[in-house]
């Protein structure tokens, strides 16, 4: 499995401590977000060259990990 703590770094200097890239100040959040509504990681990579595949791939594994003990309780209606 991949070790996203080897891509993903949190620092209260860089952008408030928000979960960003490496190196970078790109947040997961917007990564994730990115992809989420459909962009490819080609148009990632090609939009940030600063990051690479595996540091894509290590946005996600941190959001999985972020939320896997996470219990979400259904609206009431």
């Known amino acids: 499995m991949l ?10 200097n860089i952008m ?11 947040p997961v959040d917007l990564i994730l977000e990115k ?3 459909g962009e490819s990681i080609e148009e990632l990579l090609e939009a940030y060259p600063r990051i690479g595949k595996g540091d894509i791939f290590a946005v ?4 999985a990990e972020s939320i896997k ?6 609206l009431a209606s």
């Open 3 to 12: 070790n996203w703590r080897l891509h993903i770094d949190s620092d209260p």
């Open 16 to 26: 408030y401590g928000k979960p960003v890239v490496k190196n970078t100040r790109i």
């Open 35 to 37: 992809l989420s509504e």
């Open 60 to 63: 996600l594994a941190f959001a």
């Open 69 to 74: 003990n996470e219990i979400v309780y259904p």
